[in-house]
């Protein structure tokens, strides 16, 4: 089992910033890399970005492509996502999620944070 919580949400004006966190606990050598997702009101939840977890390798969805970052810190097992320039298309309840090698789907979610981004 593989426990994530995350952290940094809330309320920022376009065109500001904000970093998220996401801290794992439990079995976190069986992690191969970590994700952000984000769903907004009435919207299918949709992938952001993710990082390998031993190589560091990133991977952006073009929507957040040059504006966000993912990063991490194995000793503190935990992932960020450092987002400026947000939008208002931005807003959403972003979930970091783990899994344990590229084959399987992302199989251990956070509880979700708030981002609201007003224009």
């Known amino acids: 089992q593989v426990q994530l919580v995350e952290s940094g949400g809330g309320l920022v004006q376009a065109g500001g910033s904000l970093r998220l966190s996401c801290a794992a606990s439990g079995r976190t050598y069986s992690i191969y890399d970590m994700a952000w997702f984000r769903q907004a009101p009435g919207k299918e939840r949709e992938f952001v970005s993710k990082i390998n977890w031993s190589g560091g390798s990133t991977y952006y969805a073009e929507a957040v492509k040059g504006r966000f970052t993912i990063s991490r810190d194995n000793a503190k097992n935990t992932v960020y996502l450092q987002m400026n320039s947000l939008k208002p298309e931005d807003t959403a309840v972003y979930y970091c999620?783990?899994?344990?090698?590229?084959?399987?789907?992302?199989?251990?979610w956070g509880q979700g944070t708030q981002v609201t981004v007003s224009s």
């Open positions: 999620a783990s899994r344990a090698s590229s084959f399987n789907k992302y199989n251990y």
